[in-house]
């Protein structure tokens, strides 16, 4: 099953991707809640209740709405370094021997397919192309083997990187940047876990065209199993949160010479039976100062 959030005739909510339709849960089940977060907290209920769901005909068709972020606003979007050998290997960096982890603000959410700001500040704007799951269920120190069982299920995302940000001072400043407005492109269907083996997925990212990653998930250093252990041993997850899992190599700050991106590039992140993700890289627009 594939779960969206849509936003049509300026109302936002929940649905279901059926090929090229959308299934509106607030007509086929109006008990549900309409947002992603408070429906996987309604637990295997809500979830049993979409799955009937399912079996309906689309009511919109996919041209007719826009597809939001599958979560608009996460508790926590918590996110991997170098956790694809290759990616450590061109950054210069040893293989970790544990999961090193940083946060993105959940103000830098965008949509699967919305533009991508370009701030003034930086020369050096770049891609990651990387697996994201979602936490379905309130969960703590919960052990490897059980880890599958507390996740709703797997998208796309590009934990998009202000370089010069990221890597000015010692230690590095991870969540300044990767934390900008727009910098989280996430989608486009939060996939349920029981529709794929998200340990052997292609992953590609393009830019204009060109092919700059093209992995397999089995080369993460950490799965999505450890990592969840691992974060959950420390503090609680909760449904909704979003953790993003590190990029592959090939991202442009590596290139000889670097390649940032630049406005009107096109950067798309697909991952095998998740679909894709699109964004144009934009000019950060003057009107998104706010005091």
């Given at each position: 099953m594939k779960l969206v959030?849509?936003?049509?005739n300026a109302n936002t909510r929940m649905g279901i991707l059926a090929g090229n339709g959308i299934i509106d849960l607030s007509r086929a089940a109006p008990s549900l809640p309409t947002e992603v977060a408070a429906f996987l907290n309604a637990g295997e209920p809500a979830m049993q209740a979409a799955r009937e769901?399912?079996?309906?005909s689309p009511d919109f068709d996919l041209a007719a709405v826009k597809l939001e972020s599958p979560v608009l606003r996460p508790g926590k979007i918590l996110a991997v370094g170098l956790n694809y050998r290759a990616h450590a290997e061109e950054s210069g960096m040893?293989?970790?021997s544990h999961p090193i982890i940083f946060t993105k603000q959940n103000t830098s959410i965008n949509g699967p397919y919305d533009p991508v700001h370009n701030p003034a500040e930086t020369k050096m704007l770049d891609y990651e192309g990387e697996l994201a799951f979602i936490i379905g269920k309130r969960c703590r120190r919960v052990p490897e083997d059980k880890a599958a069982e507390v996740i709703a299920g797997y998208c796309i995302n590009n934990d998009v990187s202000?370089?010069?940000?990221?890597?000015?001072g010692t230690p590095p400043q991870f969540t300044m940047g990767k934390s900008w407005d727009t910098h989280c492109p996430?989608?486009?269907a939060l996939v349920t876990a029981d529709e794929l083996d998200p340990h052997n997925l292609r992953l590609r990212t393009l830019v204009n065209g060109e092919v700059r990653q093209d992995t397999n998930t089995s080369d993460l250093i950490f799965?999505?199993?450890e990592i969840l252990s691992f974060l959950s041993t420390a503090f609680t997850l909760e449904p909704g949160d979003v953790v993003v899992t590190g990029t592959p190599s090939g991202v442009g700050m590596a290139m000889k010479p670097p390649s940032?991106?630049?406005a009107g590039d096109i950067v798309r992140v697909e991952i095998e039976g998740l679909g894709y993700i699109e964004n144009e890289i934009v000019d950060e627009p003057a009107d998104t100062a706010q005091f």
């Open positions: 959030t849509f936003t049509e769901a399912a079996d309906g040893e293989i970790p202000v370089r010069n940000w990221q890597l000015r996430l989608g486009p799965n999505c199993y940032a991106l630049a």
